[in-house]
């Protein structure tokens, strides 16, 4: 009698390795800002105000009219005031403010970007601005970006990013 065997190997099933992408970014740039002229002015109205006891008034002070033309700030008149009883004690506080004159027109800027005679009023925030002086910014190739600085209100930003992904 013949046998027969049977031999039975192992089958692995074996997956190729796949590299099927692999994604390299290098991404260089850079950024220079020169900061604008401002200037913010509030207008500051006129006021008056008068306050006491024993006091009698005959004439009440105050703001008279402006002019027509808004070029003058009101002007002040005179009060005419006098103690009620004469020996007793008395309190007299008398406030005036002289609000800013409109402008209707804001100075326009030099060649160097500024305000040379911006309108003041009241209440200011006046900022000029930046120079570029030495501002500037390279990019190469082969390293980082290189930034060099400027003036005052100025600002240089230089960035390099690199990016690998490998996906299967």
Do not use: H, W
């Amino acid at each position: 009698m013949v046998r027969k065997a049977i031999l039975l190997l192992p089958f692995f099933a074996m997956s190729s390795v796949n590299a099927a992408e692999i994604t390299s970014r290098i991404t260089d740039s850079v950024q220079l800002t020169v900061d604008g002229p401002m200037v913010q002015s509030t207008r500051v109205g006129s006021s008056y105000s008068v306050s006491g006891n024993n006091i009698s008034v005959t004439t009440l002070g105050g703001l008279a009219a402006g002019d027509a033309s808004n070029t003058t700030p009101s002007p002040l008149s005179a009060g005419d005031y006098a103690i009620n009883n004469d020996g007793e004690t008395f309190s007299f506080t008398e406030t005036a403010l002289v609000g800013d004159v409109p402008v209707t027109t804001q100075s326009s800027l030099s060649s160097g970007g500024r305000i040379d005679t911006p309108n003041i009023y009241g209440s200011t925030t006046q900022y000029q601005g930046g120079t570029p002086g030495s501002l500037a910014g390279s990019l190469n190739g082969t390293s980082v970006p290189t930034v060099t600085a400027g003036g005052s209100g100025t600002s240089a930003i230089g960035q390099r990013t690199i990016e690998l992904s490998v996906f299967q």
